[in-house]
């Protein structure tokens, strides 16, 4: 089990920067990528930003040069730096753990992050 708490949301104006964080507790060692992803209202969740335990990243074409994302694995905790906000930005942003290998593999998320784009 895994538990991923999130901070950082809030409300800011277009062109302003947030920082959220995801805290992971449990079996963190059987953690493989974390990430997060964001859903708008009447909109699909989709992926903004992955990280590999090797540290490789993966980007949203839309978040690309804005976003940020990095990992403290002694913290067990991921964070999404946002720069350059943009109001199609606003979303509840959820942070996700890719947990185990195989048949016990499985996802875990965070309660989400409501993040505010004022324009």
């Known amino acids: 089990q895994v538990q991923l708490v999130e901070s950082g949301g809030g409300l800011v104006q277009a062109g302003g920067s947030l920082r959220l964080s995801c805290a992971a507790s449990g079996d963190t060692a059987e953690i493989n990528a974390m990430g997060w992803y964001r859903r708008a209202p009447g909109n699909e969740r989709e992926l903004v930003a992955t990280m590999s335990n090797g540290g490789s990243t993966d980007y949203a074409d839309s978040v690309k040069g804005r976003f940020t994302i990095s990992r403290d694995n002694v913290k067990n905790t991921v964070y999404l730096q946002m720069n350059s906000l943009k109001p199609e930005d606003a979303a509840v942003y959820y942070c996700?753990?890719?947990?185990?290998?195989?048949?016990?593999?499985?996802?875990?998320w965070g309660q989400g992050a409501q993040v505010t784009v004022s324009s």
């Open positions: 996700c753990a890719d947990h185990g290998k195989g048949s016990k593999g499985r996802d875990y």
